[in-house]
Nanobody, 111 residues
C-alpha cells in the first residue's frame, strides 16, 4: 500500500492550497482516509477524514469552514482544499488509511 501526498507549498495568510493523496495497492473499497498534520514541536493531529462508504466527512474545529475534503474514486485520490489559510496551519500534512501513512507534504503559511 502506498499513499502519495503532494500539493504543499508556501502561501501568504489568506491564501489557498489543494493537497492530493494518491492511493495505490489498497484493495478495499470501503475505508476512511484522513488528513493529519504535525507542526514543529507539536504532536500530530487529525484535520479531516472522509468515509468512502457514504461520503461522511469530519473536520477538526480549527479548520471547519475553511478546509474541504473530497475524493475521486476513479483516480483513487483524496483532496484537501485549504482556504483562508492561517500561519497556525503551517505543518507537515499527511494522509493515512488505517495503519498506512503517506510521506507528508509541507505547508507553510506566512503572515
Amino acid at each position: 500500500v502506498q499513499l502519495q501526498a503532494s500539493g504543499g507549498g508556501s502561501v501568504q495568510s489568506g491564501g489557498s492550497l489543494i493537497l492530493s493523496c494518491v492511493i495505490s495497492g489498497f484493495t478495499s473499497d470501503d475505508y476512511a482516509i484522513g488528513w493529519f498534520r504535525q507542526a514543529a514541536g507539536k504532536e500530530r493531529e487529525g484535520v479531516s477524514c472522509i468515509a468512502t462508504s457514504d461520503g461522511a466527512t469530519y473536520y477538526a474545529d480549527s479548520v471547519k469552514g475553511r478546509f474541504t475534503i473530497s475524493r475521486d474514486s476513479a483516480k483513487k485520490t483524496v483532496y484537501l482544499q485549504m482556504d483562508s489559510l492561517k500561519p497556525e496551519d503551517t505543518a507537515v500534512y499527511y494522509c493515512s488509511i488505517w495503519i498506512y501513512w503517506g510521506q507528508g507534504t509541507l505547508v507553510t503559511v506566512s503572515s
